[in-house]
């Protein structure tokens, strides 16, 4: 008995005991008071600011930190433009100066930072400037400043239209995108998941069992990572969205297999504890192994440059580790109270038959063994030719428009900045170098190809601060080659120490660092998941080939998804996080499928062999993995609702990999291996060697299709 056996069996020995059931029942209650009530509360500490967000060693996150000897490092600039087609007349000069009076008054409004309006060129718009204090608030401060703003600008002659855009008027529509993220993910993944768990139990009961323990998985998490997030661990919008989705969809799948299992069981046994006790026995190897699994390799992500990264991996983990708790503890805790009524209309008694043994995957199990060889390679090569899609992958990055799903207010301001003004105004490339060589390093940015002029120059405490206004539109790739430019030239001047940053190098370090982080945790989790499923199944050919069926998985869900983004929903790239976080949802809980099956399979394989047993696995997990998957792609769907590109990407991409691993990788494509692979699939293990039956008795009404070597 190895180390999770060990685990799934002393587990099995509290929750399905009939005192042990009344303790843990009365210890997840006293966790939902204590911590449960603290779930509100993590919205209000999340931390949105840029800090949150930026790779930590970056030069831009340099400037950030060095910027705060000047001025506020929590100032964002709103950029007010007013636009007549017309031509601006002096009415709207005059009001827009008076305006400004106003924008003075504002909450939050830094005092003096006002400037403008400046003209256009062309004598079509006027560009006020104002700065904001997001210190106490974060970016919620954003939304109500921007608001007033806009409320302020839009009164009187209709024929001049006003938008607010610049970092501030981005981050207040990035702010409204992800208002109320918690109610509208909670509320949608709950309708998501209470009607796939309807029609998959077809009990007007049953299905609130799986639901209360994920809602108070969930609750528990939340608190817990409050706790956390008081004392240091970062939280922001990314990972507390991420949360919910994980820990409703991955609990549920865990309820899913425990609740299959224990029926099987209460098929075997009178008496229901036993029955728990035995369902545990057998499952919680599998299901602590799929948490493991998914919870080590959120914490993978802690190796992460990119600090929005890095500070989901523990919050991921967290609830995972609770998911799991909840699943292996309160669930079997609730089900041993109530009995077996719960499963009414369908109570499974003592010596009814399984309906799985003739059901829909067993003819399928059958079927895949007439040719499993022709079955897997077939396969593989479809997979692969939909992976050739993945060539037409753009993960360098949104521009500020491309964020967004729609088309908010500062997306068209930023339009018409570009239309009457330098397109990089309203956010310039900051240099901070020392004070002593300010001239020299003045020079070398305003020399600078696709620097319109520098301005803004301050010393102070032996550094000087200046600001250099881009020519291209700060989101485009042109005024990432200008940061690029401004670097290398000022970087050669002698004893400078000059560090260039602003919001387009702030894009640029994260693509970079993303890109970095791609390279060292994608193999990293690989090694970790490789060992796990080593330890699981106690083989070493096994896991390498679940791992390369997971693999190609991922793969075919990108060049899937990429076709969709480019063709269907025409986005225009993908965020350069996308694939680091596509791989990790993908691998770590596409595995969970391939781990439920193939233990299902090794417990099969001791009595019957590896191919019969395969047969007999995908019969017995056939429906519950189905069930799973669905719930889990649905909820990770959910992500799609949210007006913001980066987590409809993300979400897509999950939600079809897991559809691919259900219905095609794991059903179609591991069977197929296992049965060719006979057991050999076991290898170096003893039952890679032992004697297996040499003939499968056929089922009624089929013939010996999956005949054991």
């Known amino acids: 008995m190895n180390a999770l056996q060990r685990a799934g069996h002393s587990l099995a020995r509290v929750p399905g005991g009939k005192v042990g059931k009344w303790v843990v029942l009365g210890v997840w209650l006293v966790l939902l008071v204590g911590l449960g009530s603290l779930a509100g509360k993590l919205n209000g500490a999340e931390n949105n600011q840029a800090s949150s967000w930026l790779p930590g060693s970056a030069e831009s996150t340099q400037v950030v930190n060095l910027t705060g000897q000047f001025h506020s490092t929590n100032d964002a600039p709103a950029v007010i433009i007013y636009q007549r087609t017309s031509g601006v007349t002096p009415q709207d000069l005059a009001k827009a100066k008076a305006d400004n009076a106003q924008f003075a008054t504002v909450k939050d409004v830094v005092p003096g930072s006002v400037t403008g309006p400046v003209p256009s060129k062309d004598g079509k718009a006027l560009l006020t400037q104002v700065q904001i204090d997001i210190g106490k608030d974060g970016w919620n401060a954003l939304g109500p400043a921007v608001d007033s703003f806009r409320s302020t600008a839009s009164s009187g002659d209709p024929g001049l239209t006003v938008h607010i855009t610049g970092p501030a008027g981005v981050g207040a529509d990035q702010s409204a995108a992800f208002k109320g993220i918690d109610g509208t993910l909670l509320y949608a993944t709950l309708a998501v998941v209470i009607v796939l768990l309807l029609i998959t139990y077809r009990s007007p009961i049953l299905w609130l069992l799986p639901l209360l323990s994920s809602v108070s998985a969930l609750g528990v998490a939340e608190g817990l990572i409050y706790l956390l997030a008081k004392h240091g661990l970062t ?32 098929r075997r046994h009178s008496d229901r504890h036993e029955a728990m006790g035995v369902a545990l026995h057998r499952a919680g190897p599998a299901i602590i192994a799929s948490a493991a699994t998914v919870g080590i390799g959120m914490l993978c992500l802690t190796a992460a440059q990119m600090n929005s990264t ?18 292996v503890t309160l669930l079997p805790a609730l089900l041993t109270i109530l009995g077996r009524w719960i499963f009414w209309p369908f109570r499974p008694m003592p010596g009814t038959e399984d309906p799985s043994a003739r059901g829909l995957w067993s003819r399928i199990g059958a079927g895949i063994g007439k040719r499993s060889r022709v079955v897997w390679i077939g396969t593989v090569v479809i997979l692969g030719a939909i992976a050739f899609g993945v060539t037409g992958l753009k993960a360098d990055g949104l521009s500020t428009a491309g964020a967004f799903t729609n088309t908010p207010d500062s997306v068209v301001g930023q339009q018409v900045v570009a239309a009457h003004y330098p397109a990089g105004s309203g956010s310039p490339v900051v240099v901070i170098a020392k004070a002593a060589e300010s001239a020299q390093v003045q020079q070398a940015l305003g020399t600078t190809s696709g620097i319109g002029s520098v301005g803004n120059v301050a010393t102070k405490n032996g550094y000087v601060y200046m600001e250099g206004n881009l020519i291209p539109a700060a989101d485009s790739q042109a005024a990432k080659d200008t940061v690029d430019r401004a670097r290398a030239n000022v970087h050669a001047v002698p004893g400078a120490d000059a560090k260039v940053g602003g919001n387009t190098a702030v894009v640029l370090d994260t693509e970079r660092a993303s890109q970095h982080d791609d390279k060292i945790i994608i193999p990293l989790i690989l090694i970790v998941v490789l060992i796990i499923l080593g330890l699981l199944l106690r083989a070493l050919i096994a896991p390498i080939v679940l791992m390369l069926t997971v693999v190609l998985s991922f793969g075919t869900a990108l060049g899937l998804s990429t076709v969709f983004f480019n063709h269907v929903f025409h986005f225009s790239g993908e965020d350069g996080a996308y694939p680091l976080l596509s791989f990790v949802f993908l691998v770590a809980l596409g595995i969970d499928y391939n781990i439920f099956l193939m233990t299902r399979i090794r417990e099969e394989a001791t009595r019957l062999g590896t191919r019969r047993g395969a047969a007999a696995g995908l019969a017995a997990t056939g429906g519950v993995i189905t069930s799973a998957g669905m719930i889990l792609a649905g909820t990770f769907g959910v992500l799609g609702t949210l007006p913001v590109v980066g987590f409809a990407e993300i979400g897509f991409t999950v939600s079809v990999g897991v559809l691919l691993d259900t219905f095609i990788v794991r059903s179609i494509l591991v069977t197929a291996l296992a049965m060719d692979l006979d057991r050999r699939v076991w290898w170096p293990s003893r039952l890679s060697r032992a004697a297996v039956p040499v003939a499968i008795p056929a089922q009624a009404g089929e013939s010996d299709v999956v005949g054991v070597r």
């Open 235 to 266: 939280v922001n919008a990314q990972s507390a969205g991420i949360l919910l989705v994980l820990v409703v969809g991955a609990g549920t799948d865990y309820a899913l297999l425990l609740i299959a299992r224990y029926r099987e069981e209460l």
């Open 310 to 327: 890095n500070g989901l991996g523990p919050v991921a983990a967290i609830g995972v580790i609770v998911a799991l708790l909840a699943m």
